[in-house]
């Protein structure tokens, strides 16, 4: 597959992760230059090496993306180190027990301090960084953002609460982004999500997997049944969706108004 990729510059945010590492490892193998931006340095570098080792080129850079100052840091280091930037994504996020209802915890019990922090986490993380990265797009007239938003975000995961609402304000921060974008700088600024559904990773096991058992929750029986989970759990890491994300919303080539997963 070319996409005509082969040599521009990609920012990937939580890229030490499950789903943002696979997608960086499918842009390297396009020839794209991937810069990881994690809060954990060693997930960041492992996923740099683990690129490199496998042909491919990646820098990894700590970073925590809710932070303003950090992020304009990390941005400058990558412009030093690459130049420009082609493409961001926006990876880092993720749901929290803390702002999750279970047996212990209520809803009129949740701090509203751990819902600044998730809304921080899922839907700041994803405006902080298309604000470094957006005006260099502007300044250049084309770019392409991908923000990873998740199927909570249109309709809300029970007990998930600030996650949902915070991927919800997600979703509408890149339909204003896109139309932004496009009518004041340039028409070849692509901005687009994806709602990925049930994976399992670190950030969601203790939703996913029961902790006693090991086997799957209940829900996530449920929504295996409902065909919001793949049956394997694992399928950001086979790769299976990378060539179409990459297709549609990253390279230039016709787009749908959405993609789930
Ligand atoms: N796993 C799922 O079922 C699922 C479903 C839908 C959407 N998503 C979304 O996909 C994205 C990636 O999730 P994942 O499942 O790969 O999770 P993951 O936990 O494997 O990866 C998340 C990565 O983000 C990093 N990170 C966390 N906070 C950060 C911060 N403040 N600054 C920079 N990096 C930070 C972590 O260190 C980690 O490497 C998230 O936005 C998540 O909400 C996940």
């Known amino acids: ?37 994690d809060i954990s340095r060693k997930a960041a570098e492992q996923r740099s090496r683990d690129i490199s080792s496998s042909g491919g080129t990646a820098i990894a850079q700590a970073c925590d993306v809710t932070d303003r100052a950090g992020v304009q840091r990390a941005g400058r280091e990558t412009i030093a180190a690459c130049g420009t930037v082609d493409i961001l994504i926006n990876g880092a996020g993720g749901s929290r027990d803390e702002t999750t209802t279970s047996a212990e915890l209520d809803f009129f019990s949740i701090d509203p301090d751990d819902m600044q922090r998730v809304i921080g986490l899922n839907y700041l993380s994803a405006v902080i960084p298309s604000q470094f990265v957006g005006r260099i797009f502007a300044d250049k007239g084309k770019g392409a953002i991908l923000n990873i938003s998740s199927i909570a975000g249109t309709r809300p995961l029970s007990r998930a609460l600030t996650y949902s609402n915070a991927k919800a304000a997600t979703n509408n921060f890149t339909a204003w982004l896109a139309v932004h974008m496009a009518q004041n700088y340039s028409p070849r600024i692509r901005v687009n999500a994806i709602s990925p559904g049930f994976m399992l990773t670190e950030q969601n096991r203790f939703l996913l997997i029961d902790r006693m058992t090991g086997e799957y929750t209940e829900r996530t029986q449920k929504a295996v049944r409902a065909k919001a989970a793949h049956p394997r759990l694992h399928r950001a890491q086979t790769g299976v969706s990378n060539e179409r994300i990459l297709q549609s919303h990253i390279a230039h080539r016709p787009c749908p108004s959405s993609l789930h997963l």
């Open 1 to 37: 597959m070319d996409l005509e990729l082969e040599g521009k510059v990609a920012v990937v945010t939580g890229g030490g992760g499950a789903i943002c590492g696979s997608i960086a490892a499918a842009l390297a193998d396009e020839g794209v230059h991937v810069v990881i931006w």
